[in-house]
């Protein structure tokens, strides 16, 4: 499922010489199965593009397609369906009594007017928490906001995924989880992209994410697309970096610097242990020779 944004602007003002744009001639094109990484400064636009690319926002100018079929010019709004997103914080997602009432409350709506049963709103729950690591026995009468963080983050995952969406947006998904959290977390996002084949758009400000996680990084820089490819490759130039306010970690820069003095690359720039591992390695072979 493509989804493309054809010279997209928004304005939340009145049209007019005046005109504050929040976004401005965004062109992009997300395809199926990518793990695509979202970034830009407080007030690039990032919010209201994801706004726009679930159904929430019109845009003021331009074309949005879902399938090669623009929802609001053919007013089909069920198209954004396709398209889950998970909220930064799940407290603002998660709203029942119960783990299990939580999750089904999407399928229910979404499936109304189909002749749904039980047992299909049962699948789709089941489906989706076995995919978030959670029993359905063991956490159906579960009250969501008893839960831990990083358990109320699957919950609300799960809620999100019983839509089956084939793209899932995540807004910062990592603020306030542990480092097992940030791994479990991850391990699950790509498990998603390489075995169902849901597509990732993942809002985050940390590069090490971006870098480990995304294949291709999208940057906004007021309201237009400042820089659209490889992590590393954007996040290497360090004038791109600090002109979009992206922070490069030290230990791409360390990696970088090393690289000019001619010392390979590690194959993971980014990783502490990998740049540690290399600089061991040459060290050792330095004093390995006579």
């Given at each position: 499922?493509?989804?493309?944004?054809?010279?997209i602007?928004?304005s939340?003002?009145?049209q007019?010489?005046?005109?504050?744009?929040?976004?401005?001639?965004?062109?992009?094109?997300?395809?199926?199965?990518?793990?695509?990484?979202?970034?830009?400064r407080?007030g690039?636009?990032?919010?209201?593009?994801?706004?726009l690319?679930?159904?929430?926002?019109p845009?003021?100018?331009?074309r949005?397609t879902?399938?090669?079929?623009?929802?609001?010019a053919?007013?089909?709004?069920?198209?954004?369906?396709?398209?889950?997103?998970v909220?930064?914080?799940?407290?603002?997602?998660?709203f029942?009594?119960?783990?299990?009432?939580?999750v089904?409350?999407?399928?229910?709506?979404?499936?109304?007017?189909?002749?749904?049963?039980?047992?299909?709103?049962?699948?789709?729950?089941?489906?989706?928490m076995?995919?978030?690591?959670?029993?359905?026995t063991?956490w159906?009468?579960r009250?969501?906001?008893?839960l831990?963080?990083?358990?109320?983050?699957?919950?609300?995952?799960?809620?999100v995924?019983?839509?089956?969406?084939?793209?899932?947006?995540?807004?910062?998904?990592t603020?306030?989880?542990?480092?097992?959290?940030?791994?479990?977390?991850?391990?699950?996002?790509?498990?998603?992209?390489?075995?169902e084949g849901?597509?990732?758009?993942?809002?985050?400000?940390?590069?090490?994410?971006?870098?480990?996680?995304?294949?291709?990084?999208?940057?906004?820089?007021?309201?237009?697309?400042?820089?659209?490819?490889?992590?590393?490759?954007l996040?290497?130039?360090?004038?791109?970096?600090?002109?979009?306010?992206l922070?490069?970690?030290?230990?791409l820069?360390?990696?970088?610097?090393?690289?000019a003095?001619?010392?390979?690359?590690?194959?993971?720039?980014?990783?502490p242990a990998?740049?540690?591992?290399?600089?061991?390695?040459?060290c050792?072979?330095?004093?390995?020779?006579?």
């Open positions: 499922m493509p989804v493309t944004l054809e010279h602007s928004f939340y003002s009145p007019g010489s005046g005109t504050a744009w929040a976004l401005r001639a965004v062109n992009i094109a997300i395809q199926p199965g990518e793990f695509v990484a979202l970034a830009g407080a690039s636009g990032k919010s209201t593009l994801v706004q690319l679930t159904g929430l926002l845009p003021t100018g331009g949005l879902i399938d090669g079929v623009d929802p609001f053919t007013r089909q709004p069920h198209l954004f369906d396709q398209i889950g997103l909220f930064q914080y799940p407290e603002h997602q998660l029942s009594a119960t783990v299990y009432a939580d089904a409350f999407g399928p229910r709506q979404q499936l109304r007017g189909r002749a749904p049963d039980d047992a299909l709103v049962r699948q789709r729950v089941d489906w989706a076995s995919a978030v690591g959670l029993d359905l063991s159906a009468d009250h969501p906001l008893e831990s963080g990083g358990e109320k983050r699957r919950v609300a995952i799960a809620g995924l019983a839509l089956r969406p084939r793209l899932l947006i995540l807004d910062e998904p603020a306030g989880l542990d480092a097992r959290g940030r791994r479990t977390l991850f391990d699950l996002l790509h498990r998603l992209n390489r075995e849901v597509t990732i758009l993942l809002v985050s400000h940390r590069p090490e994410e971006m870098l480990a996680h995304a294949s291709r990084l999208l940057v906004l820089d007021a309201g237009t697309v400042a820089g659209d490819g490889a992590p590393q490759q996040l290497a130039d360090a004038p791109f970096a600090t002109a979009c306010g922070e490069q970690p030290d230990c820069r360390l990696a970088e610097r090393l690289a003095e001619g010392l390979p690359m590690p194959e993971r720039p980014w990783d990998a740049v540690a591992a290399q600089v061991l390695t040459r050792g072979a330095g004093r390995a020779q006579p």
